[in-house]
């Protein structure tokens, strides 16, 4: 793997890592290309206006790096999107402001409130079993995809298994086929793909997002357009795992994975 295309910087709320730290771990793991995707949630009520980053600052400071380390790694500037129903508008007109190359649109937010901390604190999310938490979550999810067109990939689509009381005792993809199938063809008729993202093997899962069986359903379905990021908030979680992807991605029927460039899909055959 040649791509780490998930990562954060302390233009992100929850990472204090600079871009150059996360260039220069990017660089020391051997990769060629990475892609900064900040947080930007607009309208997540747990977190404040001042946790979503400015996109000028963004991209003043992330361009001129690209020059710098032209070379040694090619540096691609993206964004991570908070999605929700009735954002599809808004993202719409952001979007197209600026010159990402790259827009992972995924789910932070569950009932205008944040999945962890909801999970942590708030006592209507507490008295949930796993099993209605995640129904709930995946429901929004793809009431979420229904009603926002403007992202390339959904990002780490069963991550709030990490959040459950009993995490992925209470999980399957056969559990919840009704509902993340109709993720899955929401996505692929609209020519959107989805992320393998490596940090559910970091937060102790036995699997990254998804679960392999909803890798192998995606490919049945018919969806190609694969990403790869580590989701890393620090340079030591740069390309975690990565020596288990090409595995992973085969094993559920992948020959190529996916690379965003001017939000154009560029496809790498795995090795």
């Not at 069963?158 to 209470?170: H, L, S």
Request: net charge negative; charged share 30%; aromatic share 12%.
């Amino acid at each position: 793997m040649r791509a780490d295309v998930h990562m954060h910087t302390n233009f992100s709320h929850d990472s204090e890592a600079t871009p150059e730290q996360m260039i220069e771990g990017a660089i020391q793991k051997g990769l060629e290309v990475i892609c900064f995707t900040d947080h930007y949630d607009k309208d997540n009520m747990s977190w404040g206006p001042e946790d979503i980053f400015e996109p000028e600052p963004y991209f003043q400071t992330l361009v001129p790096l690209q020059e710098k380390y032209r070379g040694k790694i090619e540096v691609r500037i993206g964004v991570e999107l908070g999605l929700q129903p009735h954002l599809g508008e808004f993202y719409h007109e952001f979007v197209a402001k600026y010159p990402f190359d790259f827009v992972i649109g995924s789910l932070h937010s569950v009932r205008r409130k944040d999945v962890v901390y909801g999970m942590r604190h708030d006592p209507e999310f507490q008295k949930l079993t796993d099993e209605e938490f995640y129904r709930i979550t995946l429901e929004e999810m793809l009431e979420d995809v229904r009603k926002n067109q403007d992202f390339d990939v959904l990002g780490h689509i069963d991550y709030m298994v990490r959040y459950g009381k009993a995490q992925e005792k209470e999980y399957s993809y056969a559990r919840y086929a009704d509902i993340i199938d109709e993720i899955l063809r929401t996505v692929i008729g609209k020519g959107k793909g989805i992320e393998l993202n490596m940090a559910g093997l970091k937060y102790g899962l036995p699997f990254a997002h998804p679960h392999p069986d909803i890798l192998k359903r995606y490919r049945e379905l018919g969806g190609e357009i694969i990403t790869v990021g580590a989701d890393g908030h620090k340079p030591e979680h740069i390309a975690y795992d990565y020596d288990k992807v090409s595995d992973i991605l085969k094993s559920c029927g992948f020959r190529y994975y996916t690379e965003f460039a001017g939000r154009r899909p560029v496809f790498r055959q795995l090795t």
